[in-house]
């Protein structure tokens, strides 16, 4: 695993989350990682996720896969979960704002 697609990947929930939920979401838990294919041998990494949330609950559950550019699977993160949360808002809130100052 590279810790800089796996770091991108978890942004992109959050990211996604704060968009669709407005609440900021962290990583809590993942099942299991599996490789296909070395990462650094894509001059381009897709990530695809795919999220499953229950109404009322603050869990999500996601699976991440990286393609290269010619669409072959590299691996995939396999139950990835995620606590979201409304109270954690201020925490992005606060580190935004630190970085436009």
């Known amino acids: 695993m590279d810790p800089v ?7 992109m929930g959050l990211l996604w ?7 900021t979401a962290l990583p809590s838990l993942m099942d299991a990682y599996y490789h296909v294919r ?8 897709l990530c695809e996720v795919e999220i499953g949330h229950t109404p009322g609950s603050p869990t999500l559950r996601c699976r991440h896969v990286f393609y290269d550019e010619d ?3 590299l691996g995939w993160m396999e139950g990835m ?11 992005s809130l606060k580190t935004f ?4 100052k």
């Open 17 to 23: 989350t704060r968009a669709v939920y407005d609440q």
């Open 81 to 91: 979960e995620s606590t979201m949360s409304k109270a954690l808002n201020r925490i």
């Open 38 to 45: 070395p990462l650094q041998d894509a001059r381009e990494i």
């Open 5 to 11: 697609v796996t770091d991108s990947s978890l942004q």
């Open 71 to 73: 669409a072959r699977v």
């Open 97 to 100: 704002e630190a970085k436009g």
